[in-house]
């Protein structure tokens, strides 16, 4: 792995905590000494900063970490973030389509419209508007293309449950167009692929809970959820195969989650 991702320059959103974060981590332990560029982005500048810190702590010089703010809901700020990277960060090859977000608890009619559009927003448009403005990096590489996207959706994609409606609407979107694009590049050397977690522990719950952590913390009890680590690992897995090999669709349950 270490190999394939040498001198690489990798894009995660949503890795000021959660997921994202962990694999921010991963990645520079898969390559520490290999010069690995890691270009973090959120909305939360100063988690991302910390992030950077804590990596470059842990593994030292030979992994590059760019900390940039970035609301993947806004297409003008996505436009902006992938024209003024620094040259040295410019040459994107693995962009991780993580951030998104769950809001609210309620059954379909009593949803509001706030949290329908901001579900939709971040975890369906933030993720096109990303793969959209990157996608002309990668295919201006010789022979219709080289990179890798890789996109988070969820069980929830495929498994929609009461109360979820919408959340589950917005990852049964992300699954559709990962297969169309996947598809659309056939024969190019971008690789399209979604890592689909089951339950996690992360900030995920208390966003859904508005910041309720008694409520938050309740959705884990008398169950053992995955770590984000448990979804890094699966990412940074699918990101260092041989470039002719692509895990396309990836599900990870915790042991007890049906
Ligand atoms: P977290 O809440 O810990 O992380 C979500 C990340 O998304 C944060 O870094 C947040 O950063 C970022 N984010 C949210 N909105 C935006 C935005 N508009 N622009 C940029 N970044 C944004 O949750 P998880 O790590 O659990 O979630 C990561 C992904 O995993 C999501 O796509 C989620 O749907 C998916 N998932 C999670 C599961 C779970 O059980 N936890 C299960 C299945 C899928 P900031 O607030 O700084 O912008």
């Given at each position: 792995v270490a190999r394939r991702l040498e001198g690489k320059t990798i894009v995660i959103t949503g890795a000021s905590s959660g997921i994202g974060r962990s694999c921010a981590f991963e990645f520079a332990r898969a390559a520490p000494a290999n010069s690995l560029k890691l270009v973090l982005t959120a909305r939360r500048i100063d988690a991302l900063r910390d992030v950077a810190a804590k990596i470059r702590a842990e593994v030292g010089d030979g992994v590059k970490v760019l900390p940039v703010q970035l609301d993947v809901s806004s297409p003008d700020q996505v436009r902006a973030f992938v024209a003024g990277l620094p040259d040295d960060f410019r040459d994107i090859n693995v962009l991780v389509n993580n951030a998104g977000l769950v809001k609210g608890v309620a059954k379909a009619p009593e949803i509001a419209e706030q949290d329908i559009n901001v579900m939709f927003q971040t975890n369906v448009t933030g993720l096109i508007n990303m793969t959209q403005a990157v996608l002309p990096v990668f295919q201006a590489r010789p022979d219709g293309g080289a990179g890798d996207i890789i996109n988070i959706g969820s069980i929830a994609g495929r498994d929609p449950y009461p109360g979820g409606s919408i959340y589950c609407?917005?990852?049964?979107?992300?699954?559709?167009?990962?297969?169309?694009?996947?598809?659309?590049?056939?024969?190019?050397?971008?690789?399209?692929?979604?890592?689909?977690?089951?339950?996690?522990?992360?900030?995920?719950?208390?966003?859904?809970?508005n910041g309720d952590k008694a409520k938050a913390d309740a959705v884990?009890?008398?169950?053992?959820?995955?770590?984000?680590?448990?979804?890094?690992?699966?990412?940074?897995?699918?990101?260092?195969?041989?470039?002719?090999?692509?895990?396309?669709?990836?599900?990870?349950?915790?042991?007890?989650?049906?």
């Open positions: 609407a917005t990852k049964a979107a992300v699954r559709s167009f990962t297969e169309s694009l996947r598809k659309e590049l056939i024969a190019t050397r971008i690789r399209v692929m979604e890592v689909d977690p089951g339950q996690v522990e992360t900030e995920f719950s208390v966003v859904r809970f884990y009890t008398g169950c053992e959820p995955l770590t984000p680590d448990d979804i890094a690992e699966a990412v940074v897995f699918v990101a260092g195969r041989r470039e002719n090999v692509v895990i396309a669709d990836t599900l990870i349950f915790p042991n007890h989650q049906a």
